[in-house]
C-alpha cells in the first residue's frame, strides 16, 4: 500500500461499482422528482412554508449524493488527466445538472415574489436555519434570466467554458519539459526553481518557458473561451461588470476591496526593497531574475522527508489546539493526501472538503522543501475549515472565496511561527525569508494577476486576444507591481499559461481572495497570540459560520472592522517590520 496517494475508497471503489452506479441512478430520480415537483406545486402561493420546506430538504440532499459524484470524477482526473472514463462520466454528469435547471430558477422566482418573505422564514426552524441562503436568493434573483434562457446558458456552458476549462488541464498535464537532457513534467519543473542550485533554476525556468509556449495558442484560445462566456453571462444578467459579480458572489462590498488593493498598492514598494536586497544577495546587479523569486539563502538544510514534514505539522498544529493536531493526524492516517508529482497529475496544490463524507482529499506536489511544508499546512487548513462545517448542512457549507483562504494561511502561519521558535539562528533567517517570500506572492504576485485579469476582461470586451497580447500584458501587470524589484530581463510573460485559476470557469478573480485570507489571517493571529488557546473555540464558531455570513458580519465576529482601512494598513505593517528586519539581519 502506498501512503502517498490518496485512497478514493470511502467515495467509491470504482466507476463500476454498485455504489457509484446507485448514486448516479439516484441523482437522476432527483431530478424527476423536483421537476415534476415544482410543475405541480410553483404555480401558486398556498403552503408557501411547506413548500420551501422542501425545496431546501430538497436541495440538501440532492447537493450531497451529486456533489461525490462530480468530486469523484474530478479527484480521479487531478491525477490522472486522460482517463476516458472520468472524463466521459463527468460531462455526462454536467450534463444531468443541466436538468434541474428549470426547477431551481422556478423556486428562486416564485420565492421571490413572495410578500412578506421575512415572517415566512421566521414561521419554521429550518427556514431560519437557512436564513442567509434564502436571503441570498433574494438578493440574486435581480439578475435571473428566464427559465428558458438559463436552461440554454447552462447547457451551452458544459460544450463552451466547461470544454475549454478541460482542454487546459490536459494541456498543462499532460506537457513536460526538458531540463539538462532530462524530461520532467511541469509541476516537477516549477518545483525546481526551489533548488539550491543557481544552474538549476535558471534552467528549469527557461525549459519551463519554452513548454509554456509550446501551448500558448492553444492556452490562449480557452483563456479567451472562458472569459468571453463571463462577459456575455455578466451582460444578459445586467452586472455591470465581471467584478461586481465576483464581489456579490463572494460576499465582500466593493469599497472593502478598494481599500485592501489601495493598502497593497502602497506598500509596494517595502517589497521591492525586499526584492532587491534578495538580488543582492544573490549577486545579482539589475533586481531580481524571475528564476530566483524562490532561491533558498544561506547554506542551511531546511529539506523535510514526507515524514518528516507530517510530524513538523501535527506538533505545531497541536500547539494551537488538540482538535487541529487530531485532524491532520487523521488526514495522513487515512490516505487523503497525494503527495508526489508524477506524470499526468495537475500542478500546484488544492484540497476538496466532501462535505458529504465529512472528509477531505489534498494534492500537493512535495519536493521536500520548507515551502512544500507550508503548502502541506495550507491545504491542510482548507480540510479543517470543511470540518468546522461537517455539522452545518449541505447548503450552509458553501463558503466565499476570500473566505476560503483565511483558515489556509492561519494554519500556515500556526507552522513558520511555531518553526521560528526552534530553529537555529541560520535557519531563523531562512524561515524569516520563506514568510516574506510566501507574502510578496500574496501582496505583490497576488496583484499582478488581479491587475492583468482586469485588463483581460477589459481588452475581451473588443474581442479575442492573442498569445503574444496576453503576455504583454502579463509583463505589464508585474512591473507594475515588482517594479525595480526584479530583472525586467528576465520575466514571466507566461504566467498566465500557469495558473489554474485564470480557466477556473466557477471563480473569477480567484487572486484577490489569497490577499484577503493572509490579511485577515494576520489579525486572526495577532488575537491569538493576545489570547491564547482560548481564542481556538472562537476560531472553530467563525469557521463553522462561513456558509451562513456575509464578510464584513464575520468578521466582526472576532472584532474586526474590515471596512477600516487601518485594518488592512497594521496587517501589512506586520509584514513590513518582517522584511526591515530581514534587510537589517547579518545573513
Same mark, same amino acid.
Given at each position: 500500500?502506498?501512503d502517498?496517494?490518496?485512497n478514493l ?57 451529486? !456533489? ?15 482517463? @476516458? ?23 428562486e ?26 436571503? %441570498?436568493?433574494?438578493t ?8 428558458? @434562457?438559463?436552461?440554454? =446558458? ?5 460544450t463552451?467554458? $466547461? ?57 490562449a484560445?480557452a ?7 463571463v ?29 485592501m ?13 525586499y526584492? %532587491? ?17 524562490? #532561491? ?39 490516505r487523503?493526501?497525494? =503527495? ?16 458529504? =463524507? ?59 511561527n ?48 492573442? @498569445?503574444?497580447?496576453?503576455? !504583454? ?19 514571466? &510573460? ?5 495558473? &489554474? ?6 471563480y ?25 488557546? #482560548?481564542f ?5 464558531? $467563525? ?33 513590513k ?11
Open positions: 500500500m502506498n502517498t496517494t490518496w475508497d470511502t467515495l467509491y471503489s470504482s466507476f463500476s461499482s454498485e455504489k457509484f452506479k446507485n448514486d448516479q441512478t439516484t441523482a437522476k430520480n432527483y431530478i424527476s422528482e423536483i421537476n415534476a415537483w415544482s410543475k405541480t406545486n410553483l404555480t401558486n402561493n398556498l403552503n408557501v412554508i411547506e413548500k420551501t420546506e422542501y425545496y431546501i430538504n430538497f436541495m440538501n440532499s440532492f447537493g450531497q449524493i451529486f !456533489s461525490l459524484l462530480t468530486e469523484y470524477c474530478q479527484l480521479t482526473l487531478s491525477t490522472d488527466a486522460e482517463n @476516458e472514463t472520468a472524463l466521459k462520466i463527468l460531462e455526462s454528469l454536467e450534463e444531468l445538472e443541466t436538468e434541474i435547471t428549470p426547477s431551481q430558477i422556478a423556486f422566482q416564485w420565492f421571490a415574489a413572495q410578500a412578506d418573505v421575512e415572517n415566512i422564514i421566521t414561521s419554521s426552524p429550518l427556514l431560519v436555519e437557512h436564513s442567509f441562503y434564502l436571503n %441570498q436568493i433574494l440574486n434573483s435581480k439578475y435571473l434570466l428566464s427559465q428558458k @434562457e438559463e436552461i440554454i =446558458i447552462a447547457k451551452m456552458r458544459n463552451g467554458s $466547461l470544454s475549454w476549462m478541460k482542454l487546459w488541464d490536459i494541456l498543462s498535464s499532460t506537457t513536460s519539459a526538458s531540463v539538462n537532457n532530462n524530461s520532467y513534467p511541469l509541476p516537477a519543473v516549477r518545483n525546481m526553481a526551489y533548488s539550491p542550485d543557481a544552474a538549476v533554476r535558471k534552467a528549469a525556468y527557461e525549459a519551463e518557458l519554452k513548454a509554456l509556449k509550446s501551448i500558448s495558442a492553444s492556452s484560445a483563456l479567451n473561451g472562458i472569459k468571453g462566456e462577459i456575455t453571462n455578466c451582460k444578459l444578467r445586467g452586472y455591470s461588470s465581471p467584478l461586481d459579480m465576483t464581489l456579490l458572489d463572494s460576499r465582500l462590498d466593493k469599497p472593502v476591496l478598494e481599500a488593493i489601495s493598502a497593497m498598492k502602497d506598500y509596494q514598494p517595502v517589497f521591492r526593497k526584492f %532587491q536586497k534578495k538580488a543582492e544577495i544573490l549577486g545579482h546587479k539589475n533586481g531580481l531574475p524571475f528564476y530566483d523569486i524562490f #532561491a533558498p539563502i544561506g547554506t542551511v538544510d531546511m529539506q523535510f522527508s514526507y515524514e518528516e514534514a507530517k510530524g513538523f505539522i501535527i506538533e505545531n498544529f497541536s500547539l494551537f489546539s488538540k482538535e487541529l493536531g487530531d485532524y491532520a493526524k487523521h488526514a495522513f492516517d487515512n487523503w493526501i497525494d =503527495i508526489y508529482p508524477k506524470a499526468g497529475k495537475r500542478g500546484g496544490a488544492f484540497c476538496s472538503n466532501l462535505h458529504s =463524507i465529512k472528509e477531505s482529499r489534498i494534492l500537493t506536489n512535495f519536493s521536500g522543501s520548507f515551502n512544500d511544508v507550508i503548502t502541506l499546512a495550507h491545504e491542510l487548513g482548507h480540510g479543517y475549515h470543511g470540518a468546522c462545517l461537517d455539522n452545518e448542512t449541505y447548503l450552509n457549507s458553501d463558503y466565499p472565496m476570500p473566505i476560503a483562504e483565511t483558515a489556509s494561511t492561519f494554519c500556515e502561519t500556526l507552522v513558520k511555531a518553526a521560528l521558535k526552534k530553529a537555529t539562528p541560520e535557519q531563523q533567517s531562512l524561515i524569516l525569508e520563506n514568510d516574506i517570500s510566501d507574502s510578496a506572492q500574496i501582496v505583490v504576485d497576488i496583484l499582478s494577476r488581479f491587475l492583468f485579469e482586469d485588463a483581460v476582461f477589459e481588452e475581451r470586451k473588443n474581442g479575442s486576444l492573442s @498569445e503574444k497580447a496576453l503576455c !504583454s500584458l502579463m509583463l505589464d501587470a508585474q512591473k507594475k507591481t515588482y517594479g525595480n524589484g526584479l530583472d525586467e530581463n528576465f520575466m514571466h &510573460p507566461y504566467m498566465w499559461v500557469v495558473k &489554474p485559476h485564470y480557466y477556473d470557469v466557477d473569477n478573480y480567484y487572486n484577490f481572495p489569497y490577499a484577503f485570507g493572509l490579511l485577515f489571517a494576520k489579525g486572526l493571529y495577532s488575537i491569538y497570540l493576545e489570547k491564547g488557546t #482560548a481556538s473555540q472562537n476560531y472553530v464558531n $467563525l469557521l463553522s459560520w462561513t456558509g451562513k455570513s456575509n464578510l464584513k458580519d464575520l468578521a466582526l465576529m472576532v472584532d474586526i472592522d474590515i471596512t477600516d482601512p487601518k485594518f488592512w494598513h497594521s496587517s501589512l505593517n506586520l509584514i517590520t518582517d522584511i526591515e528586519k530581514y534587510i537589517n539581519s547579518k545573513i
